[in-house]
């Protein structure tokens, strides 16, 4: 499986940003797509997380207002668009892959395939 997120960049606090994951060699018929952050000197966080091909997605109440996950099952990509930006959105986003169809997702222990991550940087 590979994983390659891209979107990333520098914004203002305010504004908003779509961040993509493109999909590869995925062998299951059924299987989830979680998007993680991990900001300077935390550890990774789990945000949201949607189940390929059934479309349901999920995200933490931290981030739920802001943070909407969405597939596009023919592009094999999946979206995480974030509105009004925060400071403490700055972080290397993340998109895994596992078969547990979203649960548990926070756990980054329970996904098996990573992509390198894209830096999101919101200033002032």
């Known amino acids: 499986v590979q994983l390659v997120e891209s979107g990333g960049g520098l914004r203002q606090a305010g504004g908003s940003l779509t961040l993509s994951c493109s999909a590869s060699g995925v062998t299951e018929n059924e299987y989830s797509i979680a998007w993680f952050r991990q900001a300077p000197g935390k550890d990774r966080e789990g945000l949201s997380c949607?189940?390929?091909?059934?479309?349901?997605?999920y995200s933490m109440d931290s981030v739920k207002d802001r943070f909407t996950i969405s597939s596009d099952n023919a592009k094999n990509t999946v979206y995480l668009q974030i509105k009004n930006l925060k400071l403490e959105d700055t972080g290397v986003y993340y998109c895994?892959?596992?078969?547990?169809?979203?649960?548990?997702?926070?756990?980054?222990?329970?996904?098996?395939?990573w992509g390198p991550g894209t830096q999101v940087t919101v200033s002032p």
């Open positions: 949607i189940i390929i091909p059934d479309g349901r997605g």
């Open positions: 895994a892959q596992n078969r547990y169809f979203c649960a548990a997702y926070n756990q980054p222990s329970l996904f098996e395939s």
